[in-house]
Each structure stands twice: as structure tokens, then as C-alpha cells.
T-cell receptor, first 115, second 112 residues
Framework: GAVVSQHPSWVICKSGTSVKIECRSLDFQATTMFWYRQFPKQSLMLMATSNEGSKATYEQGVEKDKFLINHASLTLSTLTVTSAHPEDSSFYIC???????????FGPGTRLTVT | DQQVKQNSPSLSVQEGRISILNCDYTNSMFDYFLWYKKYPAEGPTFLISISSIKDKNEDGRFTVFLNKSAKHLSLHIVPSQPGDSAVYFCAAAGGSWGKLQFGAGTQVVVTP
């Protein structure tokens, strides 16, 4: 149980374009989903927290207009990187958490490369 | 200000021996602790957790110990296997079902 999928697993896009990443909880209802970014040889950096049906809460320093997060249902959240630039190239990972629990279950990650 | 610290960036252990990973925290509001394992280019995998009302939790080869007075927890892996080679993250949570605070991770290498 507790499977989280992410799509796509990798994407290459041109500078200035937008990219959407999907995160799905496959076998449980995710009342809260989280989006992280990981730089090489570094720990996970939380970008934002989203509760189903509510606006996302962004961490300090994360541009909400650049990283658009939607959590429209209990099984799906999306992260859209708008007007992507090479510095946005990174490994993006989502996680999902059910109601009343601390455990977050992570997706496999999406490698974004902006050329 | 890092509230969860894993001071050992790497650990090398022989196959069959015990791996001990350590984690310290500073925030006394944390009341739930988790360990995750991560392979390169993959998302972290949940391993084991412990509530602050306990001092030990065991699941197969994995045991987590919590010392609240020292604000310290450890993960024991016995016996270590080659497939255990990965980065291990300690995480802590507390308060209103909020976000996890992650440590920097410890790279474990299990040698034959």
C-alpha cells in the first residue's frame, strides 16, 4: 500500500516554456501533498504544502507565481513550473500524506532539465 | 537553522554487521520521528517511524531508538545487506500535523 506515482519521470524543455508534473496517490486518499526539490548531494528542500481543495502554502524563498501548485482532488496534485529557466533544472519529488498521520509517502521523482 | 542533524555524512559497514545511523534534533516540540531510505534518482522510501511516547520500535532488520532527554535517535540495521547501500534521511514532525524536517542524510555503503 501507500503508493505514490509521478509523471513524467524526466522531462527536457526549452527556456521560457512551462512544464507540468503530476503526483498521484494510487491506493489512499492524500489529504495533504508536498513538493520538494533536491539539488545534487543535498537534502530535500520543501517547496510547498498543499491541502486538497485549498491554496498551497509556499516555503520562504519559493516563488508562488513560478511554481504553481494545484491539489484538486484527494489523489492528484500538480506542479507547474512556469517560464522555466536553466536554474530551475533539478529533481522534483512529491509526497502524499493521509488524514491523521505523519508518514509521507514519496513519488519516484521527476528530473527536469531546462535547456 | 537546522533542527534535525545527521552529523555523519557517510558510513561504511561490512555485510552482515550492524549499521548504526544517528540523528539529533533541537526542537522539543517534535513528537514523531521517521527514517527514509533513498537511492539515487528515486524518491525516498519510508522505513520506520517512532512516536515520542515510545523509546524503541522494531520492524524486521530495522530498529529505531529514541532518547528524548538527549534529543537523539538512532537507526540500527542488522544484519546489513548490500541492498542497504543508500542515503538514509532522518525526519521529525510535531505540532499540528505539519511538515517534516529532514536531516542532511547519511550515505551508507555496505561492503562484501
Amino acid at each position: 500500500g501507500a503508493v505514490v506515482s509521478q509523471h513524467p519521470s524526466w522531462v527536457i524543455c526549452k527556456s521560457g516554456t512551462s512544464v507540468k508534473i503530476e503526483c498521484r496517490s494510487l491506493d489512499f486518499q492524500a489529504t495533504t501533498m508536498f513538493w520538494y526539490r533536491q539539488f545534487p548531494k543535498q537534502s530535500l528542500m520543501l517547496m510547498a504544502t498543499s491541502n486538497e481543495g485549498s491554496k498551497a502554502t509556499y516555503e520562504q524563498g519559493v516563488e508562488k507565481d513560478k511554481f504553481l501548485i494545484n491539489h484538486a482532488s484527494l489523489t492528484l496534485s500538480t506542479l507547474t513550473v512556469t517560464s522555466a529557466h536553466p536554474e530551475d533544472s533539478s529533481f522534483y519529488i512529491c509526497s502524499a500524506r493521509g488524514r491523521g498521520t505523519y508518514e509521507q509517502y514519496f513519488g519516484p521523482g521527476t528530473r527536469l532539465t531546462v535547456t | 537553522d537546522q533542527q534535525v542533524k545527521q552529523n555523519s555524512p557517510s558510513l561504511s559497514v561490512q555485510e552482515g554487521r550492524i549499521s548504526i545511523l544517528n540523528c539529533d534534533y533541537t526542537n522539543s516540540m517534535f513528537d514523531y520521528f521517521l527514517w527514509y531510505k533513498k537511492y539515487p534518482a528515486e524518491g525516498p522510501t519510508f522505513l520506520i517511524s517512532i512516536s515520542s511516547i515510545k523509546d524503541k520500535n522494531e520492524d524486521g532488520r530495522f530498529t529505531v531508538f529514541l532518547n528524548k532527554s538527549a534529543k537523539h535517535l538512532s537507526l540500527h540495521i542488522v544484519p546489513s545487506q548490500p541492498g542497504d547501500s543508500a542515503v538514509y534521511f532522518c525526519a521529525a514532525a510535531g505540532g499540528s500535523w505539519g511538515k517534516l524536517q529532514f536531516g542532511a542524510g547519511t550515505q551508507v555503503v555496505v561492503t562484501p
